[in-house]
Each structure stands twice: as structure tokens, then as C-alpha cells.
T-cell receptor, first 112, second 116 residues
Framework: GQQVMQIPQYQHVQEGEDFTTYCNSSTTLSNIQWYKQRPGGHPVFLIQLVKSGEVKKQKRLTFQFGEAKKNSSLHITATQTTDVGTYFCAGLTTVTNNDMRFGAGTRLTVKP | GAGVSQSPSNKVTEKGKDVELRCDPISGHTALYWYRQSLGQGLEFLIYFQGNSAPDKSGLPSDRFSAERTGGSVSTLTIQRTQQEDSAVYLC??????????????FGEGSWLTVV
């Protein structure tokens, strides 16, 4: 079953509004990665977080890894129509034997 | 190769027929993954390979699904007696090594399967 939970499943925002998606694991993660899938495309790697409490920024995107390494978030400031897509987190756990497990994804739509 | 290559890119098949999907990972990548994504849905893990072995087959939806990988490279996902609920995009991905923090997973473009 799914070890990595991601919320919300869908998010619709007005262009210029902020957006956040959250990823939670019941077990400690060795690292967490974020991917973006544009409509009709395939997931593409965005970033990786490894350290407890780590925060990384890519322009308007801010990624955080929780202190306990069980949760992560992706925050987009002032969304643009180019941000449309599904954002997936993927965690490498220290428990499972099946490598990276993806969250269900958060589908973001942006109204111009 | 330069990227993960999948074929066919699109497949329409009749219910009850068998289909075979092929994945050619990035050269040198030892880990290979299969995911399924139904329209507008998330990624459903199916199976992964470390080299030619598949330590975890728990994600395969039924015994109609099977996968193999030979020579540590190309993998095929076979669906027997296809059903309409098998219609989805089948995504293959590869990464350089297995269970190593820092490995980026590279996805192919996917094989769009439609069962009519």
C-alpha cells in the first residue's frame, strides 16, 4: 500500500495566489524528491531534500523537509499559468524494500 | 541511450488480447521501475528491478500482469487477457542505482494503452 500520503489531491487557484502541497510519511525518510508532471507529459525531477529541516528554493518554489524527516512541503508563491500540472513527492524510506514511493500527487490548476 | 525509451507510445487493443510494453532505460542505470497512471490520477507502483531481479512484485494488480528484464537493460511488461480497466498510461523509469539517496528517477514518455 501507499506509504507516502500527499494532500490536497486537487487545488485550483487564481493566478497570483500562493499554493502549497504537503507530503507525509508514517516512517522516516532517507530523502525526499519532488517531481512535476505537465498535462500530457511525464514526471520530471525538480529537487531533492536530504537533511532534517532542509529548505531549498527555486525561484518562486520553496521546498521544505521536516525536522523528523517524515514530512515535506512544496510552496509556490504567486502562481502563474505555467505552474499548471501535477506535483508528486517521492520518498526513499529506511523500512520498505521497494525503493522510491510516490505520493498520489497534487493536481494544480491556475485560472488566469 | 539519452533518455528512457518506451514503445509503443500508443496502443489500442481489443479486450481479451495480450499486450507487451517495452522499456529501454538509460544506459548504465541498474534500477528500473514500472508505474501505471490512470487518466488524471496519481502514480501507481507496479514493480521495480534491480539488475535483472525484481525484489518487489507486490504492486502488480493481478496475475495477468508480469514483467521481466533481461541483460540488466530492456524490460517488458506483459498484460494478458486485457480488460478495460487496464486502460492507462504505463510509465517506465530508471535510476542509476538502487536505494541510494540522491538518485534521480528519469521517466519515459509512457505507453498509452486503450482497451476497447
Amino acid at each position: 500500500g501507499q506509504q507516502v500520503m500527499q494532500i490536497p489531491q486537487y487545488q485550483h487557484v487564481q493566478e497570483g495566489e500562493d499554493f502549497t502541497t504537503y507530503c507525509n510519511s508514517s516512517t522516516t525518510l532517507s530523502n525526499i524528491q519532488w517531481y512535476k508532471q505537465r498535462p500530457g507529459g511525464h514526471p520530471v525531477f525538480l529537487i531533492q531534500l536530504v537533511k532534517s529541516g532542509e529548505v531549498k528554493k527555486q525561484k518562486r518554489l520553496t521546498f521544505q523537509f521536516g525536522e523528523a524527516k517524515k514530512n515535506s512541503s512544496l510552496h509556490i508563491t504567486a502562481t502563474q499559468t505555467t505552474d499548471v500540472g501535477t506535483y508528486f513527492c517521492a520518498g526513499l524510506t529506511t523500512v520498505t524494500n521497494n525503493d522510491m514511493r510516490f505520493g498520489a500527487g497534487t493536481r494544480l490548476t491556475v485560472k488566469p | 541511450g539519452a533518455g528512457v525509451s518506451q514503445s509503443p507510445s500508443n496502443k489500442v487493443t481489443e479486450k481479451g488480447k495480450d499486450v507487451e510494453l517495452r522499456c529501454d532505460p538509460i544506459s548504465g542505470h541498474t534500477a528500473l521501475y514500472w508505474y501505471r497512471q490512470s487518466l488524471g490520477q496519481g502514480l501507481e507502483f507496479l514493480i521495480y528491478f534491480q539488475g535483472n531481479s525484481a525484489p518487489d512484485k507486490s504492486g502488480l494488480p493481478s496475475d495477468r500482469f508480469s514483467a521481466e528484464r533481461t541483460g540488466g537493460s530492456v524490460s517488458t511488461l506483459t498484460i494478458q487477457r486485457t480488460q478495460q480497466e487496464d486502460s492507462a498510461v504505463y510509465l517506465c523509469a530508471s535510476s542509476e542505482r538502487w536505494r541510494v539517496p540522491g538518485n534521480t528517477i528519469y521517466f519515459g514518455e509512457g505507453s498509452w494503452l486503450t482497451v476497447v
